[in-house]
Structure formats: structure tokens, C-alpha cells
């Protein structure tokens, strides 16, 4: 099995799928997941669906890289990023993360890390649609930018 | 020397294209832009000073001081909103 695997789609992924396939390591005791969901508010209400739009080849390299730190932070025996692209639907998964390691609290920490890092470092960016057809690029968040401070 | 230019999200609407091939002498990203802005228009709107932006070079993160090559691939997009 790849311990690593960071995918980039416009299909839905099986989140179910995608947790067994890190439960079979009889070295790790705590598998954690995070699933981000297309919401009805974001910038602006009445939202019904948002694209996505990313940076081939250098958003497969970042999220790597985002593996990369969080293993060098905690015993991380393996780890799944699946980010959707394109026009995703009200309610449609859009992110999937997956840490598999020894212990809960290194899995749910490594999994926030991921999120949060992968919220300011990756290259994706949302456009909402809203109810009444009009369309507008997402502001970046300056709590996204406050998350990562408390892992420096 | 020549740099592939990409453009991405509100970047990429607001310049009407989201990749060129430039041919310029900048050295450096903060040269590139000086250039870039005296295109006038959306092109000094965007990058002006007090705009939020970020460069990428070769699908690495640059500064200001980062150094351009022949051939390198320069990525001009807004701050992420993935996730």
C-alpha cells in the first residue's frame, strides 16, 4: 500500500473506501478523517454551488509537501488528501482528508494540520454560485492565515 | 529570454488571458512586475501596490527577489481558497 496519496479530481471520491484502505495497518490504532462539504453561505448567502479552479502540478506538489511536514511532526504511518475540482454541487464533497497513525491524538492533530495548511498553501480557489446565477471569486480568509500560526 | 506567464482565478478573468509566453529582460520577479504593470490597465490595477498577490516560479512559491531563468514558468494567482 502507497502510505502517501494525493489525488486531485472532478469526480465524488468514497470516503468510506478511502478510510478502510488506511485501516489495515495493525501498527495503526487511530484512523481520523475530515470532510469539507459545499455549504449553502460562504461570502455571501444563498450559495448552490461553488468551482474550483487549481495550479496542475504545482497543487500535487504542495500537498506532498504538506504530507511531508506533518510527518516530520508526528509518527504518521499514512496519509490521503483527495481534493475536488471543477463545479461541485450544494452538499457535494469537496475535500477528504485521511491520517493514519499509532494514536488518536498524533492522527487528529496531523489531520488539522493538513486541513489547515492546505487551506493557505495549496493552489485552489473557490468561485460561489449563487441561487440567483451570479458568480464571484472567494476572498481569502485571514482566520485561514491565523489557523497555521499555532503550529509554527 | 522568454518566460511561460500563467494566470489563475480572479487573476486570470480580470488580465482575459491565463497564460502567455513573455519575452522580457527581467531578472527577478519584482522586475517582472514593474513591467508588468506598465501595461496599464487591470495589469497596474491588480499587481499595484497594496494588492494581494501571489508569484510562483518554476511551481515554487517567489519573492520579490527571486531570480528568473530562460524558459521558467512564472504563476501570477490570488491568495488560496481551497479546502
Redesign the interface.
Known sequence: MQPFTVRVQTGRFDTGAEIDRLSCNPACGAVVSFS?LVRDYGDRQDVAALE????P??TE?ALHAIIEQAGQRWQLQAATII?RVGYLALGEP??LVVTACSHRKDAFAAAEFL?DF??????????EILQNGSAH?????HS?QAAIGRWQ | MKLNMVYFARLKDSFGTGQESLETDATSVAELLVELRLRGGNWATELGHGKTFRVACNQELAGPDSALRDGDEVAIFPPVTGG
Open positions: 469539507g474550483l479552479e487549481h495550479y502540478g504545482m506538489k481534493h469537496i475535500v486541513m492546505l487551506k493557505t498553501a495549496a493552489p485552489f480557489w473557490k468561485k471569486w472567494v476572498e481569502a480568509k485561514d
